[in-house]
């Protein structure tokens, strides 16, 4: 999705704008665009395209000063273009806006603007914004010290939808007005220099010190000052946080991206998110969130609700839930459940789970849960993020960022970090489990080392994607938990090499699908649950008997005679067993996608993160 950066310091603004916005890339873009304010105007550069481009445009030269707004688009209103890309001015060329976000009354805003005078000139919603602000600006007091926050907080109150926005003007060269409602944004400092943005690795190179705004906040920020108010224009307290994870976890260090780096730092992600929660013979400690007894006996029913690969750790983890805590849980895609009125009240408890903690439908069926008084709990990787202000509760998983478009070691810290929370469960409600939660325990302790094994022995999946990767379609097929793995799989292997695939419960095979079975068509089989090794073997030998190569991922004993290409995982518990079976199956989406010559880090058409609906 769209990413903001700003500065306002002693330095020269481009670079460092720049800069952000090479780190925001990952975030997926379409246009690129820049503003400074030089001498007494504001100079605009955009293109549609890398910013790699905007940098090396020849005009990029020509800005020297010391406070600047930059931008990567990602086409909502209006194609991809260097008109459509922002920052956006007013007509009068006074302010220069940035934006994430919707605003959805913009025809009603652009009406009124038209009649005032105002013109527009590209397609997008964000127009409306400078405009308006020019609008208001030469309506309050000239003498007036606070005309600027004025003027941006009364369009602000104007706008419907979701912003984050930073503004720049040439009437008051000193300052950079921001605000935000539904979309994030940070700030941070360091001495007289200040640094915005959407994402907080953008600025992470120059500063810890961040503040995260919250929802309705506006602040103006100067070179030696920052000042936060609330939309009455009251000003508000913000605490500065300091942020751990430091400017290399952001790098790619000596991988060639960000995806191969983040599947290698798979063990070290599950081992921070396991941090102290499992220490010898002791509960599960979640004492940073105290969830009692009373609270959880009157849960009658959980809901597990996401997007995307957050919501396949969803189906791993569902199981589990209702084997350790005999509740029943249901696992539902967010922009679903948001608008089909599911039965939820007040024993109902909703697990939103979002890496980013800023997915606007996951965002909005938490809220819609809450209206509906079911008690909520937000798993997140990020600091701050907008789901953790909704929340009665917030679990954070401990990955560091993830660049990568594709997720991964998210989807494994989330499935780790759910696991020990439903042994938690049950340990508050005194369901008496604790053989199989001792298992659970001991054998999570030995994950990290089970996923090294894996990456140690990446080459034998690089050779099979070696001879796959001309397909057109796969197929990815496993059993009860086996099938959470599948799932997730052609999810990967989708995004990142445009590969078609399906997957399917084995079972399901015979009521359909089997009829696009023909000769040399490839379906994976992961088998790691021997209660149903028969019944999965003698599924995948329908497809090889109709012409199928098979791919089997296993921790069983398979006959090598009937399955030639296996690749064997360590051996775990069934449970545990969906945070192993996806390693090589990660690494089987990239080493095809290498193959093809695809970015990974970028596939086309998709955002890190989901801010929009
Ligand atoms: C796939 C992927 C997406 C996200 C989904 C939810 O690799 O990354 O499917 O999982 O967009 O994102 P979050 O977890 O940030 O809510």
């Given at each position: 999705m769209c990413g903001i950066v700003g500065y306002i310091g002693c330095k020269k603004a481009s670079p460092i704008l720049i800069n952000g916005l090479l780190k925001l890339e990952y975030r997926g873009y379409d246009s690129a665009g820049i503003a400074t304010i030089e001498n007494d105007k504001i100079c605009c550069i955009k293109n549609k395209g890398r910013v790699k481009e905007l940098q090396n445009s020849k005009d990029i030269n020509t800005l020297n000063g010391n406070i600047g707004i930059a931008h990567t688009r990602w086409a909502t209103h209006g194609k991809p273009s260097s008109t459509n890309a922002h920052p956006h001015l007013d007509s009068h060329k006074n302010f220069a806006v940035v934006h994430n976000g919707i605003i959805e009354n913009h025809n009603e805003l652009k009406k009124f603007l038209l009649d005032a005078g105002y013109t527009f000139s590209s397609e997008t919603d964000t127009e409306v914004i400078p405009n308006l602000i020019d609008y208001y600006y030469s309506k309050e007091d000239v003498a007036d010290k606070e005309r600027f926050l004025k003027a941006v907080n009364k369009a602000t109150l104007d706008l419907k939808g979701s912003f984050a926005i930073a503004v720049i003007s040439k009437l008051e060269k000193d300052k950079i007005i921001i605000a935000r409602k539904d979309s994030p944004l940070v700030l941070g400092v360091k001495d007289d220099e200040k640094y915005i943005a959407s994402d907080i690795p953008a600025i992470l190179e120059y500063t810890n010190d961040i503040y995260i705004l919250k929802d309705g906040d506006i602040a103006e920020v100067t070179q030696n000052d920052v000042v936060f108010y609330d939309k009455n224009l009251e000003k508000v307290r913000r605490e500065l946080e300091s942020i751990t994870w430091d400017a290399k976890a952001s790098d790619k260090g000596n991988f060639e991206d960000f995806m191969m780096k983040e599947i290698h730092e798979q063990p070290e992600a599950i081992r921070e998110t396991i941090g102290i929660r499992i220490t010898d013979n002791k509960p599960c400690d979640f004492s940073d969130i105290n969830i009692t007894k009373e609270y959880l006996s009157e849960i009658s029913k959980i809901y597990i609700v996401a997007c995307g690969t957050a919501m396949h750790v969803g189906v791993a983890v569902k199981p589990i839930f209702e084997k350790l805590t005999n509740i029943p849980v249901e696992v539902d895609i967010a922009s679903e459940f948001r608008y089909r009125e599911p039965l939820i009240n007040e024993n109902t408890l909703i697990i939103c789970i979002s890496?980013?903690?800023?997915t606007a439908d996951t965002i909005a069926a938490l809220k819609n849960a809450k209206e509906n008084y079911a008690k909520t709990i937000a798993i997140t990787n990020v600091t701050g993020s907008s789901i953790t202000r909704e929340a009665d509760f917030t679990l954070y998983t401990h990955a560091g960022p993830e660049i990568a478009v594709a997720s991964t070691k998210a989807y494994t810290s989330q499935i780790v970090l759910l696991t020990m929370l439903a042994m938690h469960f049950s340990e508050t409600l005194d369901l008496h489990k604790d053989e199989i939660i001792q298992n659970l325990k001991s054998e999570m302790m030995e994950l990290p080392s089970k996923v090294n094994i894996i990456l140690e022995n990446s080459d034998e999946i690089k050779a099979f994607a070696k001879k796959i990767y001309k397909e057109k379609d796969l197929f990815f097929v496993g059993r009860g938990i086996d099938y959470a793995a599948a799932m997730e799989a052609s999810l990967k292997l989708k995004e990142i090499s445009y590969i078609h695939s399906d997957s399917y419960q084995s079972g399901e095979l015979k009521h359909g699908p089997i009829a696009l079975i023909e000769d040399d068509v490839t379906v994976v089989g992961i088998l790691t649950d021997r209660r149903l090794l028969d019944k999965s073997i003698s599924n995948l030998q329908e497809v090889i008997t109709r012409g199928a190569k098979t791919f089997i991922i296993t921790n069983q004993d398979i006959d090598k005679k009937i399955f030639p290409n296996i690749f064997n995982i360590p051996k775990v518990h069934p449970f545990l067993s969906p945070t192993l079976s996806i390693i090589p199956l990660q690494l089987l989406a990239y080493y095809v996608a290498k193959e093809k010559g695809l970015d990974v880090d970028k596939p086309r058409n998709l955002a890190k993160s989901v801010t929009v609906e």
């Open positions: 890496q980013s903690g800023e």
